[in-house]
């Protein structure tokens, strides 16, 4: 039902028969019905017609179409968020709409920031920088630039310890507010 229905799609009993099937799972009409009760039970609704054609769609879902895409393009316009790292969150965030609707995550929304990090690490680093300020606890680094021939390198030979209060996202950068310990 996540994949094949939803406002606009419908999927009959014997095309969900079908389907399981072709999966390696045997259904009886009632067991059916009893995975459709479940549905409802974890906040989806089932829209229902009944008869000899019986037929099921998603009618609300944990997030709108309109909600992923905005999620999408903030992940696609985020330079922080590394090019392979943003194509599995769009991948990952799919599943929560119809296969008809996935099509409509290729938008062409343009963004100012075109250059995406090579960093596959920053969503690591800032959960550590979000665990040690809810446990409260300080964080060391090393300050890195890029030197002439684009590699990078210490700005400066001390190893920065710090207490971190809060971390800010503004201007597309995460920023780091805390106290310095030294």
Same mark, same amino acid.
Request: aromatic share 12%; hydrophobic share 35%.
């Given at each position: 039902?996540?994949?094949? /229905? !939803?406002?606009?799609? #419908?999927?009959?009993?014997?095309?969900?028969? /079908?389907?399981?099937?072709?999966?390696?799972?045997?259904? @009886?009409?009632?067991?059916? #019905?009893?995975?459709?009760?479940?549905?409802?039970?974890?906040?989806?609704?089932?829209?229902?017609?009944?008869?000899?054609?019986?037929?099921?769609?998603?009618? =609300?879902?944990?997030?709108?179409?309109? *909600?992923?895409? $905005?999620?999408?393009?903030?992940?696609?316009?985020?330079?922080?968020?590394?090019?392979?790292?943003?194509?599995?969150?769009? *991948? =990952?965030? @799919?599943?929560?709409?119809?296969?008809?609707?996935?099509?409509?995550?290729?938008?062409?929304?343009?963004?100012?920031?075109?250059?995406? /990090? *090579?960093? =596959?690490?920053?969503?690591?680093?800032? *959960? &550590?920088?979000?665990?040690?300020?809810?446990?409260?606890?300080?964080?060391?680094? !090393?300050?890195?630039?890029? !030197?002439?021939?684009? =590699?990078?390198?210490?700005? #400066?030979? &001390?190893?920065?310890?710090?207490?971190?209060? /809060?971390?800010?996202?503004?201007?597309? &950068?995460?920023? $780091?507010?805390?106290? !310095?310990?030294?």
């Amino acid at each position: 039902l996540l994949e094949n /229905t !939803d406002g606009q799609h #419908s999927i009959t009993k014997s095309e969900i028969l /079908t389907l399981m099937q072709k999966a390696g799972f045997s259904l @009886s009409d009632d067991t059916l #019905s009893k995975y459709i009760k479940q549905f409802e039970l974890y906040g989806y609704n089932v829209e229902v017609t009944m008869g000899r054609n019986a037929s099921y769609r998603l009618t =609300k879902r944990t997030f709108l179409k309109e *909600e992923i895409k $905005l999620i999408v393009d903030a992940i696609n316009a985020s330079n922080f968020i590394e090019k392979q790292t943003a194509i599995e969150f769009k *991948e =990952k965030l @799919s599943h929560f709409i119809s296969k008809y609707e996935v099509d409509e995550l290729r938008r062409a929304v343009q963004s100012i920031t075109v250059a995406k /990090t *090579e960093n =596959k690490k920053i969503l690591n680093n800032v *959960e &550590r920088i979000q665990n040690a300020i809810n446990r409260n606890k300080c964080i060391s680094f !090393d300050y890195l630039t890029y !030197d002439e021939n684009m =590699k990078l390198v210490n700005k #400066s030979d &001390r190893t920065y310890t710090l207490s971190p209060f /809060t971390a800010i996202w503004a201007y597309d &950068r995460y920023y $780091l507010y805390g106290y !310095d310990t030294v």
